[in-house]
């Protein structure tokens, strides 16, 4: 056959494992198969785990838990706190897990084993153990033995010791052993969010238990008490000493202001401020007061200074601008008589000349006025400049008393900074001094008086059942344990999964056709067609079976074995069309796939079908075909091969189906089978048969040992691979065709050999032809049934 004409689907490369696994990822349909195929598995896993679930009830000796609540209640001692020393605030969880830690504290421990005697009580030192306790005490043993602890250095020898100092020390190792365990084994946790605190004991007998939780519940109230009383006593006994001391710096402190304020003569009035000061005020708003006369004296001065250098004949003129200035009654006068003598001249003027006597006579008398006029003004402006210099004299003076008084008080300031500090250091002793003594009489009262903030609000009770074990809780775990470890162990069986389970996995894992499944031949399908073993020709039962399995197409042909070989057919018939005879090897991986028993029931049912024939043994190492048919024979397909001679001289004919068979006779040890398969002896071999048969079946060896089918291919139109289901390594297949590509690229398809029909519905997919081969299995029965009643 011409490769080049062979179908291109055919050539397509192998898909990897890990294109299919990244397609697969998630794929819930494959999750619930595999959940169903390791049912068993999970349910004997869960089987066991509950087995040992009802063992662990039955060897460990039951507990009780008794429990005692507390509540931290700062209502109890609020009228105390008012006037405590020493009180706490509880607001915060880190305060209530360090009374959780408290009541874990070996000092509280030790008042319980005390109260209690629990170092000499056999049941709390030494209860009953479970077999699982006693196993791990055994492992440490033997591992204490192997590995011993290295020796304490200082250790005594007890030995060496008198009876009572062995004695002594034994029972202080008791106790310390019991103080130990009772801590490792109490129970204290907070109530959710609440100030609750839950305190719990646990031991095989209840009584044992409700009395360490009492015990344990009274002594944290009294530890709480004493903790109390005692920080109020020491802040009492710090505060007392810490008073004498106050007392001493604060009357210091006030001897110091009183001297410095002597020394440097700080005196002050009745408002506490400081003389300087006040006189250094009073100045200012003096040498204010003088400031503004003054200024009014300058300014009056200049007036009238101005209007006495102006002149006479002006002083008129300005002393009447300036008349709302303040001035003598004799001006006014003048200045009364000057307007009245200027209208008595105008009037003259106007009626009689300015040449006449009397408007002479009254100008004369204008002139004496404004000289008298300007002769007060000239009196008043020295009388100004005198206020004005006596103002200035007064300012200037004033203004030397300010500087003065400034300096003092500048000096007496500086000096007050260290008065204040003096006096602030004073004031804080005091004031800490009477802080200090007001919380030592709280602290005296509060010793008389100590309230906890700790009261039992559910005091321990006799429990009634076991606390543990929990029979439906270890029930539950042990079940759910071994569910976990049955989905464990099927994981793992899923995968170590790496055989061909489905026609999926054929087609997606190498990529090739898949033709069906062919399922396993018994003693059953040995039968001949009146329901009778076919024993005739067989010599043993086990040759009688081999006989039946190479028969099952033509002894069965409604079977699902046949209908597999059907569409093997079918495939090569519709890959090959066009070739006038066809050459088919049938061809495996590994030894004992079944590849015989396929090659010969698909010659049977060809030749069953009318078609010509010919079978051919092509395994010249190991001829099972031969042996399988029971077929005695001189020659074979060696002595045809290497002598030239044709298929009628060594084959031999079926009677029932005209099947004509070409076995192989083994001749001691032929190494070179490959060779002789590939010669142009069996070439002419090929070519002879193909003018008489459409059909030449040959069962080649497996690829994997030999290389026989290699040789042989070039020889072959197309191979039909024979796959053992849940037997054959996907991943040997997959090596082996990459590396034969050319016998790849001719197989035709896959049949999956040798399958298990009941196991194989739990592999298949949901809604696959795998899930429906009960219902084939009822048609091809009764498909069998209607030929045999037919054939009667």
Partial sequence: MNYANFPLDKRKPLPSSDAVNAEDFIDVERLLAMAARQAKVVAVCAAIGLFLGVLYLQTTPPTYMATSRVLIDEGLNKVVDEVSAASVSMQTDSAILSQIEILH????????????????????????????????????????????SPAVVGTTDVTQLDAATREAMIASSRRDYAILKLQNEVQAERIGRSYVISIAYQATDPALATAITKAYADAYLADQLDASFDATERAAVWLQGRLTELRESSQGAALAVEKFRAE??????????????????????QLIEAQADTARASARYQQYKSIVESGSDNAFRDAAISADQPSSSVISTLKTRYLTVAKRQQDIEANFGAEHPQAVALAKEKADISAQIFGELKQLTESYRNEYEVALARETALRANVALAAGKSSIDNQTQVQLRELEQKAT????????????????????????????????????????????SIVLGLSLVLGLMMGAGVGGLNEFRERFFRTGEDVRDRVGLKFLGYLPVIGSKVAKNDDGQADVKTAQSPSAAERRARMRVSIDAPASMF?????????????????QGSRVIGVISVLPGE??????????????ANGSKTLLVDGDLRNPGLSRSLGMEAEQGLMEAVVSGQTWQSVGKIDRQT??????????????????????????????????TFEYIVVDLPPLGPVVDAKAFAPLADGFVLVTEWGRTPRAMVQSILSSESYIANKIV??????????????????????????????????????RTKANT
């Avoid at 009489?441 to 005091?459: L, N």
């Fill in 105 to 148: 504290s070996a000092r509280l421990a030790a008042v319980v084993v005390d109260k209690q005697k629990l170092d000499q009580n056999d049941a709390f030192m030494n209860p009953p153990t479970s077999a699982v306790s006693k196993a791990n005490g055994f492992v440490r043993g033997v591992i204490r033995y192997f590995r011993p």
């Fill in 264 to 285: 440097h003569g700080l005196a002050v009035n009745n408002n506490g401020q400081l003389i300087s000061d006040k006189q250094l005020s009073d100045l200012n708003e």
């Fill in 428 to 471: 804080a002793l005091s004031t800490l001094y009477q802080t200090f003594l007001g919380r030592y009489e709280e602290a005296s009262q509060q010793q008389s008086f100590p309230v906890g903030k700790i009261r039992v609000i559910s005091d321990a009770t006799l429990p009634q059942s076991a606390a543990t074990p929990r029979t």
């Fill in 562 to 578: 046949s209908e597999t070989l059907r569409s093997a057919k079918i495939a090569f018939d519709v890959v090959l069309e066009g």
């Fill in 594 to 607: 079944g590849k015989s028993t396929v090659a010969a029931n698909l010659a049977g049912l060809l030749a």
């Fill in 658 to 691: 005209k099947l004509a068979i070409v076995p192989a006779v083994p001749r001691g040890h032929f190494s070179h089978t490959s060779e002789l398969l590939s010669s142009a002896g069996m070439r002419r071999f090929i070519d002879n048969a193909k003018e």
């Fill in 749 to 786: 398809g896959v049949v999956l050999n040798k399958v298990d029909l009941k196991k194989l519905a739990k592999y298949g997919s949901i809604g696959g032809s795998e899930k429906f081969f009960d219902r084939y299995s009822s048609y091809y029965l009764e498909k069998s049934e209607a």
